[in-house]
């Protein structure tokens, strides 16, 4: 499986941005499919995830401001961001896994397959 990650940009506070995330290859219907996200300086960390059922988790920091959805006839998962902030600024990053448990969707060890990642950049 190989992953695209698109839909960076600038924008200012308040503002939304949808990320998309491309797949090639089959079964992507199965894969739980995460977004992470790496500011400078800053290690990886988990945004929002959702699984081959449709179950979907998120960041405490984004909850209710993010929605992570996914259109498996076009193999793509959509990542809806609403009231940025500044701390949002980071490099995007989708992954891709057949093996991630609910219980550590968070853990980027989990992930297979990543993609090259998408800037996102909220001004203040």
């Known amino acids: 499986v190989q992953l695209q990650a698109s839909g960076g940009g600038l924008v200012q506070t308040g503002g939304s941005l949808r990320l998309s995330c491309a797949a090639s290859?089959?079964?992507?219907?199965?894969?739980?499919v995460g977004w992470f996200r790496q500011a400078p300086g800053k290690e990886r960390e988990f945004v929002a995830a959702?699984?081959?059922?449709?179950?979907?988790y998120y960041a405490d920091s984004v909850k209710g401001r993010f929605t992570i959805s996914r259109d498996n006839a076009k193999n793509t998962v959509y990542l809806q961001m609403n009231s940025l902030k500044p701390g949002d600024t980071a490099v995007y990053y989708c992954?891709?896994?057949?093996?991630?448990?609910?219980?550590?969707?968070?853990?980027?060890?989990?992930?297979?397959?990543w993609g090259q990642g998408t800037l996102v950049t909220v001004s203040s």
């Open positions: 959702i699984r081959r059922g449709g179950s979907t």
């Open positions: 992954a891709g896994s057949q093996r991630v448990i609910a219980s550590a969707v968070a853990s980027t060890s989990m992930y297979d397959y």
């Open positions: 290859g089959r079964a992507f219907s199965s894969y739980t």
